[in-house]
């Protein structure tokens, strides 16, 4: 019986994503330059006609290559953004680790990557925040139990990914049960955790949403629950000249998108609704940080 479900479960996958994709070729359609965006920009890039965008190659549904095309929540997005602006989109897909190295050596104008915003990185760069992320308690449908918050873990078996944030969360949440402890037990991977899930060996794994969500689309007997931790992801914007005004055109932008509806449909083709924002926001350096954490 594992084959045919392994077979159905990939097929519906096939069918779901084709299905998925159907918005975004309409949210593109859609997308306008919009004057009084395109009046916010810098005249440096105004003339050159040109918006340098760096997208961290972290895989899907954020920013993949697929053949020869790039792919993903954060290129869609990069693409609209350069529209809205009435520029001409030259992203370019680098490693997490030189987005804000290339943001300060003057190589791109902005990078996606959903950055938490912290004093440190507001020492090199300026943010724009456009999504946001969190964790979930990943379980059975068919289970009794349904863990929304930290609180809930008491009395129950639970699980993360070893060496994720998640794991530690759990671990310094179960000391804080008062009658019921929690049992807290790490997995290697999503896949050996999902096992755990169906041989009722733990009750619910804390894995971040991106996650969660693969994992429902290859096993429909699988359901997310809870907002927990995380907070608003930004863009970077490189930190010269142009860093005020052209804050203040990506804010404006992402504004444009999430008013129009054509940013719903982005995120809704990529599976990724899960983390819209209602409005973007501007950090600069000296600026509060939002509040992450668990």
């Known amino acids: ?46 003339q050159a006609g040109v918006l340098r965008i760096a997208v961290p ?71 724009v925040t456009n999504w946001q992320d969190y964790s979930s308690f990943l379980s059975l449908k068919s289970g009794k139990v349904k863990l929304t918050a930290l609180t809930d873990i008491c009395g129950r078996s639970v699980g993360a990914m070893a060496g994720s944030a998640e794991l530690e969360t759990l671990k310094a949440s179960a000391p804080k049960c008062t ?7 790490s997995f290697p991977s999503v896949s050996n955790s999902v096992l755990a899930l169906h041989s009722g060996r733990v009750d619910g794994v804390l894995i971040n949403r991106g996650g969660a969500q693969e994992a429902m689309h290859l096993d429909d007997a699988l359901i997310a629950t809870g907002e927990i931790g995380g907070g608003p992801t930004a863009t970077a ?26 940013y719903a449909n982005i995120l809704k083709a990529n599976d990724t609704a899960y983390g819209a924002a209602k409005s973007a926001s501007i950090y600069r350096e000296g600026a509060t940080p939002p509040k992450y954490g668990f």
Do not use: H, W
């Not at 479960?9 to 159907?22: E, H, K, N, S, Y």
């Open 57 to 127: 190659d972290v895989g899907k549904p954020l920013a993949y290559k697929d053949g020869t095309s790039l792919k993903g929540m954060d290129v869609d997005l990069a693409n609209a953004v350069a529209k809205v602006m009435g520029l001409k989109a030259e992203i370019s897909l680098i490693p997490f680790a030189a987005a804000l190295t290339g943001l300060q050596a003057d190589k791109f104008d902005i990078s996606f990557g959903e950055f938490y915003v912290t004093n440190e990185r507001l020492k090199v760069v300026d943010f």
């Open 237 to 262: 914007v490189a930190r010269n000249k142009n860093a005020e005004k052209l804050g203040i055109a990506l804010k404006a932008a992402y504004d444009q998108l999430i008013q129009s509806g054509a």
């Open 179 to 185: 009658g019921a402890a929690a049992t807290v037990s």
């Open 1 to 46: 019986m594992a084959q045919p479900r392994r077979f159905v479960l990939r097929a519906l996958t096939a069918v779901l994503t084709g299905a998925l994709m159907l918005p975004l070729a309409q949210a593109q359609a859609e997308v306008q330059k919009a004057d009084k965006v395109a009046a916010l920009l810098p005249d440096d890039i105004k």
